[in-house]
């Protein structure tokens, strides 16, 4: 503990007394200060034990020593020291009486007691303090190491919460909860997530102080620690307490986030080398050798490609203008994965700016992948393409689906599109693009351009007869003409068009286009 001015007034050879302020006296004294100005406010920092013998100061004005103490007080002076028998026989009473109005302890200091002897006393018990910090700090690392070394991150949230007699919260990259200690503190973690949110916007490493004015929390005091050696956050320390670190408490949360840091951030050398095994397995799994893509995986991805799996490919066509979203999204899936203690496999393509992941699937990593893409992928220009369910046999099939489904992404600006949701529904909304359109548009212009004219309702005519497959009674029917007139409209078509409605390919090519188009409302014949 610091030195207070209790343990001075204890101090046998000091020989001290408390003349007012005895309710204070706990009070940590930071450094010793002697001066006879009648104002040394300006060349006060706060926490001093101020030594006088007031050679300078009526001390028996009570007006001007109100007006005195409170200066002290004020700058934040945490004792006041009177030497008696030097200028005055006593402490006089109006400084007394002073020093009890404002609450400031007063301590008469005797004429053989030296001010020197008081501050080295300060001095000693100071550089007592900082040596008991830094060695029970040595000692709370040893023990920090040793619990993150058995038992994990888990096992060093534990140790540091009783260190700290609080509560402390470990967060992965994505701000989620991993762990905390005691157990009742991940409820507490957990309404942290906008603090964490905030602090992950800042570069590592960074620190923030919060506090919980509402309710049962109105006393606790967190501290929020970043972890991560490079630009970006990698997770975050929370420590949870009554009252500030002291010391040997900072070098202790100090250890842990080392620590922390460590088993968060891999070395580059392993991420790259559980990429490259991670690419090797995948290329073996499209090429179809599951057997050999089993082998080479072993524990790493090995209960993964003994399930059903989805194939995610998300791509950032924006990245080259700026900084790449995607090992964001990656750090984002592997963290759901490492939560629910599943398996992943997420690589990036060398074919461009994309990341081909591998998840289990209905597991925590597709559920990730949903809720970032309706979060923040359409924000940082991330397109995400998924599979249907698959297995190793047909992982080949799996990577073409998942292409295809962000291509489609791609083209109607979606953040995410499930290649079962294109299965189910219909072929049209895929040929909604400019070049469909175009195609379209030129192939049927004539026949709009006819019908402007006022020389018949060709358009009109051909939608009916191909929606009846080419049944004229029944298409001359719904037009309300006879099907000899039916008959002339349709030659007419393939005079004005230049192909024959005999060749399905056209009939098809033709049908696709008056459902891909609108007919202007000028193409439209008058009633």
Known sequence: MPPTLASLVQHSALNLTVRAGEDRLQTPVRWVHASELADPVPYMEGGELLLITATTLDAEDPEAMRRYVRRLVDAGVVGLGFAVGVNYEDVPDALVAAAREAGLPLLGVPRRTPFLAISKAVSAAIAADQYRAVTEGFEAQRELTRAALTEGPAGLLARLAVYVDGWTALYDASGAVVAAAPEWATRRAARLSADVERLRERAAPASTVLGDPAGANADDRVELQSLGTGRRVRGALAVGTEAALGTAERYAVHSAIALLTLTTERSSGLRAAEQRLGSAVLRMLL??????????????????????????????????????????????????????????????????????????????????????????????????????????????????????????????????????????????????????????????????????????????????WLSRHGQWDAAAADLGVHRHTLRYRMRRVEEILGRSLDDPDVRMELWLALKTTTPPEAARPPE
């Not at 004219?453 to 005519?461: E, Q």
């Open 287 to 464: 090429s179809g050798q599951p057997d050999h893509a089993r082998a080479v995986a072993g524990d790493l991805y090995g209960g993964l490609l003994d399930a059903p799996f989805r194939l995610l490919i998300a791509e950032s066509p924006e990245s080259a203008g700026g900084d790449d979203p995607l090992p964001s999204v990656a750090e984002t899936l592997e963290s759901a994965a490492a939560r629910a203690r599943e398996a992943v496999l997420a690589v990036p393509d060398g074919e461009g700016p994309r990341l081909v992941v591998l998840a289990v699937d209905g597991g925590a990593v597709v559920t990730a992948a949903e809720e970032y893409a309706a979060r923040e992928a359409e924000d940082e220009g991330v397109f995400i393409g998924l599979s249907a369910p698959s297995g190793p046999i047909a992982a080949a099939g799996a990577y073409k689906q998942a292409e295809q489904a962000l291509s489609v992404a791609r083209r109607r600006g979606r953040a995410l599109v499930e290649h079962e949701e294109l299965a189910a529904g219909s072929i049209l909304p895929l040929l909604a693009d400019d070049a469909v359109r175009a195609f379209a548009d030129g192939m049927l212009r004539a026949l709009y351009e006819h019908d402007t004219k006022g020389r018949g309702d060709l358009v009109a005519s051909l939608r009916a």
